[in-house]
């Protein structure tokens, strides 16, 4: 008895020392990456001046005319607060986001030995939110930039930053990365692929280093999701990875703008339905909706309802991963790219363009149809003045969707035009009933759908 609790002691004791020696561990890692990394994390000022109409305090109690239109107009300076990463010391490059700086009057850095600079824009991106600045000095420290695809979910990573003020510059927190691949975050942020991460983030930290337990910078963090009205961490932070970030910073700083390929389609997930109706293995890839005219895309052969898993090689998680791939591939390459069409597989072989600079947007007798708890009609100018769309569309239009049905399950929405019912185009209401009762003894039918001018494919349940 006494030999058996003395060896149970002996094993506590051994596993408090261990978890001792641990917490000892990682201390003793965190404060050698933060000694590493903090000189070359910079705290960010921009200021610009704004300007208001000044009106008088009781005005809205009075007829619009009765002050007179002539108020007086008066200039504010507004102040944002962010932070920034010097990834090049010997020429002063500063890696930030564009929400940090964007419209600044004069912009001031300020480092952790206390020095303060007056910095320029060398060049944003608003579409990625990135800025690089550049400051003046001698004496810099710059971060170790590392390779953002080879993080793990579960790994542990450090923020740094300037959060709510700059009297708490250089601020530390640590957690680790909770996803990879995050999208539709940033609703005015066109090329997400998001590292989320559960290491606080907050205003301030804008711009800021997120860096792994070796002293490399893996991502700049952005934005924080809340989940209510406070602006603070709720443990889900989001940060864009480094390998994203430098095509853009190289960009900026060689050619003044982002050189972005284009392949030309219009592209949504693979969804289970979808995945349903196409006959898909998995919910990998992208699926095409649309094929822009005279597009690399179009020139390729690529058809609507491809569905790409690969593209260069490299496969496809969703539409997001496939947009952010093709965005960061250099123009005028040729690029493999594997697709499953009607079941098969078989490789396109696309010459990609650089993207255009303007963005690519792509009395009557009614004969009212209802089906899958949707009432259609025969698309005219008439019905295109009253739900606002292009003269051009053709289709039949959706006017009615009711709640339960299968329809407004699948989303469904009223100005939704119809342009194919599976594998057949639709012209007309009557083409529509007869689509629709061809397939009444499948699962599921796909539906083409043109929305706010894109198109979607919405899978509809028939059974």
């Given at each position: 008895m006494k030999k058996t609790i003395s060896v149970l002691f002996m094993t506590l004791v051994f596993a408090v020392n261990l978890s001792a020696q641990s917490a000892k561990y990682f201390s003793d890692t965190f404060a050698d990456v933060v000694k590493k990394v903090n000189p070359a994390v910079v705290t960010i000022t921009s200021e610009r001046v704004v300007t208001d109409q000044w009106r008088h305090p009781f005005e809205e109690f009075f007829d619009n005319d009765y002050f007179g239109n002539n108020s007086p107009e008066r200039e504010r300076r507004s102040r944002a607060l962010g932070s920034g990463v010097i990834v090049d010391a010997k020429n002063g490059y500063i890696l930030t986001n564009n929400h940090v700086v964007e419209d600044a009057d004069e912009i001031s850095i300020y480092l952790i030995d206390e020095r303060e600079f007056k910095a320029e824009v060398v060049g944003a991106d608003p579409k990625s939110d990135i800025a690089v600045l550049k400051i003046n000095t001698d004496n810099l420290t710059a971060v170790r930039l590392g390779d953002s695809d080879k993080l793990d979910v579960g790994e542990w990573v450090l923020a740094i930053g300037s959060p709510f003020s700059s009297n708490l510059s250089h601020t530390v927190t640590a957690g680790i990365v909770s996803a990879k691949g995050r999208s539709s975050v940033i609703g005015s942020v066109d090329y997400e692929d998001f590292i989320q991460t559960d290491a606080a983030i907050n205003p301030?930290?804008?711009?800021?280093?997120?860096?792994?337990?070796?002293?490399e910078l893996v991502g700049i963090n952005t934005a924080i999701a809340t989940g209510g009205f406070m602006r603070s961490s709720a443990g889900v932070g989001f940060a864009i990875p480094t390998n994203l970030a430098k095509t853009i910073m190289n960009d900026l700083i060689a050619e003044g703008r982002v050189i972005r390929a284009w392949l030309g389609v219009f592209i949504q997930d693979v969804n289970d339905g979808i995945a349903k109706a196409l006959d898909l293995p998995d919910r990998k890839g992208a699926v095409v909706t649309e094929v822009v005219e005279g597009s690399p895309a179009d020139k390729a052969g690529f058809k609507i309802e491809d569905v790409v898993v690969t593209f260069g090689g490299t496969k496809i998680r969703d539409s997001s991963h496939l947009k952010n791939l093709v965005s960061s591939t250099r123009p005028e390459t040729r690029q493999d790219v594997k697709i499953i069409r009607r079941g098969r597989s078989r490789t396109l072989k696309v010459d990609l363009a650089e993207l255009p600079q303007e963005d690519v947007i792509f009395a009557s007798n009614r004969t009212p149809s209802y089906s899958l708890g949707m009432r259609v009609e025969d698309l005219d100018a008439s019905m295109a003045r009253r739900f606002r769309l292009e003269d051009t569309e053709s289709g039949v239009i959706v006017v009615e969707v009711s709640p339960s049905s299968a329809a407004a399950k699948a989303g469904v929405q009223p100005g939704d035009v119809i342009k194919r019912v599976g594998d057949t185009?639709?012209?007309?209401?009557?083409e529509f009933r007869t689509a629709i009762s061809r397939v009444n003894d499948e699962d599921s039918v796909?539906?083409?759908?043109?929305?706010?001018?894109?198109?979607?494919?919405?899978?509809?349940e028939l059974n």
């Open positions: 301030g930290n804008s711009g800021g280093a997120l860096v792994n337990l070796d002293g185009e639709i012209d007309s209401a009557r796909l539906l083409l759908i043109r929305r706010r001018g894109g198109s979607i494919f919405l899978p509809v």
